[in-house]
């Protein structure tokens, strides 16, 4: 689960980090009246969306008057942001951040994730903060630093100034770094994320009483483990429905894994492993998947004409591939389900069904006796037969 940059800022800062104030609003008159409220001289217009790379899209803008932030405004929301991480179509702004704008001599990058490979959360931080962070990992690895975290003693002291002497900070920033590191180390461990990232962490001109500047973190983002969401009540509540796929809510709802991908062949499976096996060889005869769609070992009519409506609501499915093993439910069933699923949801693209496992026969003979009543259903043999078919009759009707 992602959640929002304000959402983020406000976590941060119940932690005790330093953000610059901020208030969310839905429309320029909100934007306008919030750069009043803030009583700051400059202030940045933010679209809150799950994507990041805002700031290249044209999503992060600086203001310095109230109907500056107005106008900055309704041009953010009127048209969908489209961001390097978004696709080409972008995605709609419903909500802006107006955050109190401040004066940035550098900027850094630290965030914490976790590292699969040594089963450790990992701090990752470079001196090259900022919008190209992306490009700083690429061609200058050597830019970025990491560090294992002990999962049972978090981030530690010496661990902690040795990352902050390393990035460059000097005098009174050292402390603050490490104040701020340790700090999202604690909330990224308390609230079982998968990311927490600062970028930019930030250090501000020299001023009256500080000759270092401040630290402060600009831009927050937090990504949270699923499987944990049951003991993290508060943090569950951040989700963003509207930032989710619908027909993936839909899916959800229903208990079927569904994501959505780009080709253009519905794959409905049972199973994870033959669900990557379908995809791998529709890709092998020639074409893409345009999802992958799990019903889980039940699959019973109702999942099975759920996850119909489902595949079909994507105007991108030219086809339907069925693969289904009958090792919990019979094949005999499953067949019976998908054919009073396909009368119940209407086909008119092509569909093929490929069914194995226990009672195949009568499924066979099922699916066989039901291509009157559903033209575009043909029976397969076996996956390679599915695949072969399900292509062709796509690529025909093209
Ligand atoms: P992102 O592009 O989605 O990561 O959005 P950010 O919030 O990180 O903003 C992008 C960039 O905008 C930052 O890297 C900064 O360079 C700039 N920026 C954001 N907030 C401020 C601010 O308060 N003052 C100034 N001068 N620049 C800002
Ligand atoms: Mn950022």
Redo the contacts with the bound molecule.
Sequence with gaps: MKAHEYQARDLLAKAGVAV?PAIVVDTPEQAAEAFKKLNAP?A?V?AQVHA?????GG??K?VRSAEEAKSVAQTILSKPLITPQTGPAGVPVKKLLV?A????KK?YYVALAVDRAVNAPVLIASSEG??EIEEVAKNHPEKIIRVTIDPALGLQAYQARKIAYKLGFVGDQIKQAIDIMTKLAAVFVKTDSSLAEI??LIVTPPSAGKPDGEVLA??AKFNFDDNALFRQKDIAAMADPSETNELELAAQKHNLNYIKLDGEIGCLVNGAGLAMATMDLIKLHGSEPANFLDVGGGATEEAVTEAFRIILADPSVKGVLVNIFGGIMKCDIVAQAIVNAAKLVGFKVPLVVRLEGTNVQPAREILKNAAKDIPMLQAATDLTDAAKKIVAAVKGKR
């Design positions: 610059p400059l940045v933010k990041g790379g805002r700031g290249k999503g992060v600086l955050a704008g401040v004066d940035i900027e900022g919008v970028n930019p600009l831009d």
